[in-house]
């Protein structure tokens, strides 16, 4: 969570194990560059290794005296301040190392034969190639404005990079780092995913709304219309269906494989960015940018991959389900063959919790999670002219946004809380975004907090 500069793990019920600050002394890792002093990271994406005792995770920039000139999305060019990836401990969540790349690091991945990392540079067109038995970066290679999503062979011996300025996909060859291109896949290629024993890339295209299967071998092109701001993606064990989050409609995509089609569409929250598969449950996992993970189970994909289904036929549709009916003071029974049932993380600053929401009748039913709500009162944003919120701390539970208002305001701050998908609160704000950002690190110090621009 790159605003809160945390790492946070969540085992498989999705009860929260560790919280991890990103703060590190990059001096004490060798990087004598830098102040013997911390710095914090932007936690963007995360790659474990095959065993699962490490994660590596990528962070957008750094913070501290001698980062001067940070890479920003609509940034191009090798003169911005270098990227850093930490190595975390899964025993332990201790930052164990970390390994300079390239300007604005995002997506990550892991070779299958576990020795090399491969990290997305945003603002630096770039890939860097991290050697895991030294843990240094050994090659940096050249694809274009803007590389993303990464998928490497099961070989290990080709990577596969969307680059998101362009229409293409970059090949690059993992042995003498030489680069091809796919050409003409589409508008804003973001997230890729090989699939059908590697002979099929499958691309997520941000800006043409729609997905492509594409053959390597054939170059046959296939495209699935999906809804707005297709990004992130997952496929399922037996690459049967592909599960894409459609960043500006609020759902995400159930696509079969064999036939490009959307089978299903799932209403999720504000802005879903991220997606997976616990697939031992049929669960899907939703990561929303306004800080919420949803869990959804997928009745149908269990049936077929767990015994209850006959040459590809869903046998759970030839018995009659136990529904229970819902009262007055439940959530109303959800009917989708997908959203069979929804659990939410909800993460704040120091406490989370597991809302089980809404269940399906597609299965015996469970006893409905009751939740009381209660009207709340917030401060409107002040009227005038007054448009760039520097804002100090975003809260699901709205006590714990007064608490922060309360302490910025005995600070001497015109602190208010702004009402949204969170409880927003705003420790000064401007009419204009140049006097906002001037503000930012003389706040950041006196409050302690990290500060962002909110703009309403």
């Known amino acids: 969570m790159m605003y809160r500069h945390t790492i946070t793990i969540y085992d498989e019920n999705?009860?929260?194990?560790?919280?991890?600050?990103?703060?590190?002394?990059?001096?004490?890792?060798?990087?004598?560059?830098?102040?013997?002093?911390?710095y914090l990271g932007a936690p963007v994406e995360a790659a474990f290794t095959k065993d699962g005792k490490y994660?590596?995770?990528?962070?957008?920039?750094?913070?501290?005296?001698?980062?001067?000139?940070?890479?920003?999305?609509?940034?191009?060019?090798?003169?911005?301040?270098?990227?850093?990836?930490?190595?975390?401990?899964?025993?332990?969540?201790?930052?164990?190392?970390?390994?300079?790349?390239?300007?604005?690091?995002?997506?990550?991945?892991?070779?299958?034969d576990q020795n090399k990392l491969l990290v997305s540079n945003w603002t630096s067109s770039d890939v860097s190639v991290v050697d895991l038995n030294t843990e240094k970066e050994v090659e940096r290679i050249t694809v274009g404005a803007h590389p993303r999503g990464i998928a490497i062979t099961a070989d290990s011996k080709t990577a596969f990079v969307t680059v998101m300025g362009s229409t293409k996909v970059?090949?690059?060859?993992?042995?003498?780092?030489q680069v091809s291109y796919i050409e003409n896949v589409g508008k804003s290629p973001r997230h890729l995913i090989?699939?059908?024993?590697?002979?099929?890339?499958?691309?997520s295209l941000n800006s043409a709304r729609s997905v492509l299967r594409y053959n390597r071998f054939s170059g046959q092109k296939s495209y699935c219309k999906t809804q707005s701001g297709p990004r992130s993606m997952c496929m399922s064990p037996?690459?049967?269906?592909?599960?894409?989050?459609?960043?500006?409609?609020?759902?995400?995509?159930k696509i079969s494989t064999r036939s490009m089609e959307v089978v299903e569409e799932v209403k999720t929250g504000d802005k879903p960015i991220g997606i997976c598969g616990n697939w031992d449950d049929s669960e899907i996992w939703v990561a929303c940018y306004s800080g919420k993970i949803e869990i959804?189970?997928?009745?149908?994909?269990?049936?077929?991959?767990?015994?209850?289904?006959?040459?590809?036929?869903?046998?759970?549709?030839?018995?009659?389900?136990?529904?229970?009916?819902?009262?007055?003071?439940?959530?109303?029974?959800?009917?989708?063959?997908?959203?069979?049932?929804?659990?939410?993380?909800e993460e704040e600053i120091e406490e989370n919790e597991v809302l089980p929401v809404v269940f399906s009748n597609k299965k015996p039913i469970k006893p409905l999670?009751?939740?009381?709500?209660?009207?709340?009162?917030?401060?409107?944003?002040?009227?005038?002219?007054?448009?760039?919120?520097?804002i100090a701390g975003s809260f699901s539970d709205i006590n714990n946004a007064k608490g922060r208002m309360t302490e910025l305001v005995d600070k001497g701050y015109a602190a208010q809380i702004l009402n949204?998908?969170?409880?927003?609160?705003?420790?000064?704000?401007?009419?204009?975004?140049?006097?906002?950002?001037?503000?930012?690190?003389?706040?950041?110090?006196?409050?302690?907090?990290?500060?962002?621009?909110?703009?309403?």
């Open 170 to 177: 970059a090949e690059i060859n993992l042995d003498s780092y």
């Open 14 to 38: 999705g009860n929260r194990k560790a919280k991890i600050r990103d703060a590190v002394n990059l001096n004490a890792f060798g990087f004598n560059q830098y102040k013997d002093d911390n």
């Open 296 to 345: 959804f189970k997928d009745f149908h994909l269990d049936s077929l991959h767990h015994g209850t289904s006959l040459f590809g036929y869903d046998l759970s549709s030839f018995w009659k389900p136990n529904v229970r009916e819902s009262s007055e003071n439940e959530d109303e029974l959800v009917e989708e063959d997908l959203m069979v049932e929804t659990n939410e993380i």
């Open 369 to 390: 999670a009751k939740r009381d709500f209660v009207k709340q009162t917030v401060i409107e944003p002040s009227s005038g002219t007054c448009k760039y919120h520097l």
């Open 194 to 203: 090989l699939g059908n024993s590697d002979s099929c890339l499958y691309v």
């Open 420 to 456: 949204g998908n969170l409880n927003y609160v705003s420790v000064a704000c401007f009419d204009n975004r140049e006097s906002a950002d001037d503000n930012i690190g003389k706040i950041k110090a006196d409050t302690g907090y990290s500060v962002w621009v909110l703009k309403r």
């Open 55 to 112: 994660l590596w995770v990528s962070n957008y920039n750094m913070e501290g005296d001698g980062f001067e000139k940070p890479g920003c999305d609509g940034c191009i060019g090798k003169e911005y301040d270098p990227g850093f990836l930490y190595k975390i401990n899964s025993a332990t969540f201790e930052i164990e190392n970390v390994v300079q790349v390239g300007a604005i690091p995002k997506y990550l991945a892991i070779t299958p």
């Open 238 to 253: 037996k690459d049967d269906f592909l599960y894409v989050v459609n960043y500006f409609d609020h759902s995400f995509s």
